[in-house]
C-alpha cells in the first residue's frame, strides 16, 4: 500500500472515530443549543449558546440524530421536575426544538388569570397560585427599553419572569387537564411567548418522548447587533458575564 494510500486510510479512520465518539456525546451526555427568540427572557436571551443534558429524563427516538424511527417510549425515564427547563420537539413540527419552561405536569389542571399561574394537583379540588413579587425592572438591550420583571415562585423554585401586561392575549385562559405522558410549558417572557396556553399554535401539550434535556448552562454568548460579515468584531460583542452562567 502506498504512503497517500496508507495516509487516506488512517485519516478516514481517525475521522470516523471522531464522529462516532461525538455521536455518542451529542446523544446520550450533552448537546449544545442556540437561542433564537426572546420567549424566555430574562433568563434565556437571543444569541445564547447552551448546554443541555441528555440523562435527566431517560432517552427516546428524539435523543438521537434524525429521530431515529425504530423504536417508541423511552427507555432510562427520570420525570421531569415542575420549574425545569427543558428542550423539546415540537409535537407538530418534529425538525423545530423548543425551549420552555415546565409549569404543569400530567394530569394536573392548570389555568391562568390576570397572568396568575393556578395548579389544581391530581385527585384535588383546589387550585393554588403561584407567588410572584415584582423586582427592579429587567433592561432589554435588544429593544432599549425597560419591562417589569417578577420573582415568581412555584412551590419547587423561584425564578424570574417578564411581564408587559395583565390583560394580553394569553394572561387569561380556559382550563387546561394535562393528558398522561404530557407536560404543559410556558416561556418565562409571558406575554412574547408561543406555548402551550395558546390552543390554536402548534405547541398544545408536550408528549414525553418529544423532550430531548435539561437546560443546564450557557457556555458562549453573543448580543444582536453582531453581524457575520464583521466577524472580526466578535470581540466586541460577546457577552462575557453570561459566559458558564447556571441556568434556573
Known amino acids: 500500500m502506498s504512503k497517500f494510500k496508507k495516509s487516506l486510510f488512517s485519516n ?8 462516532i465518539i461525538a455521536g455518542f456525546i451529542r446523544s446520550f451526555i450533552v448537546e449544545p443549543f442556540k437561542i433564537p427568540s426572546g420567549s424566555m427572557k430574562p433568563n ?20 438521537f440524530p434524525f429521530g431515529l424511527p425504530f423504536f417508541e417510549g423511552k427507555f432510562f425515564e427520570k420525570l421531569p421536575q415542575r420549574g425545569d427547563i427543558i428542550v423539546f420537539k415540537l409535537p407538530t413540527k418534529e425538525s423545530i426544538n423548543y425551549v420552555k419552561r415546565l409549569v404543569a405536569l400530567p394530569g394536573e389542571t392548570i389555568k391562568v388569570l390576570d397572568g396568575m399561574i393556578y395548579i389544581k394537583n391530581k385527585n384535588s379540588d383546589e387550585f393554588i397560585a403561584f407567588t410572584q413579587k ?22 419547587n423554585i423561584e425564578y424570574e419572569i417578564l411581564n408587559l401586561s395583565n390583560s394580553a ?42 423532550i430531548i434535556g435539561k437546560v443546564r448552562f450557557i457556555f458562549l454568548s453573543i448580543d ?14 460577546l457577552r462575557y458575564e453570561r459566559f458558564f452562567k447556571k441556568i434556573l
Open 12 to 19: 478516514l479512520k481517525a475521522l470516523f472515530w471522531a464522529l
Open 134 to 155: 415584582e423586582i427592579e425592572p429587567f433592561y432589554d438591550d435588544q429593544y432599549d427599553t425597560n419591562i417589569m420583571r417578577l420573582k415568581e415562585n412555584n412551590s
Open 44 to 63: 434565556l436571551l437571543v444569541g445564547d449558546f447552551l448546554f443541555v443534558s441528555k440523562w435527566d429524563y431517560g432517552y427516546s427516538r428524539y435523543s
Open 169 to 210: 392575549m394569553l394572561d387569561n385562559t380556559n382550563e387546561f387537564l394535562v393528558p398522561e405522558d404530557h407536560y404543559f410549558f410556558m416561556g418565562d417572557n409571558r406575554d412574547n411567548s408561543s406555548d402551550s396556553r395558546d390552543t390554536r399554535n402548534t405547541v398544545g401539550f408536550v408528549p414525553k418522548e418529544n
Open 224 to 237: 444582536t447587533d453582531f453581524k457575520l460579515l464583521k466577524i472580526y468584531t466578535i470581540f466586541n460583542h
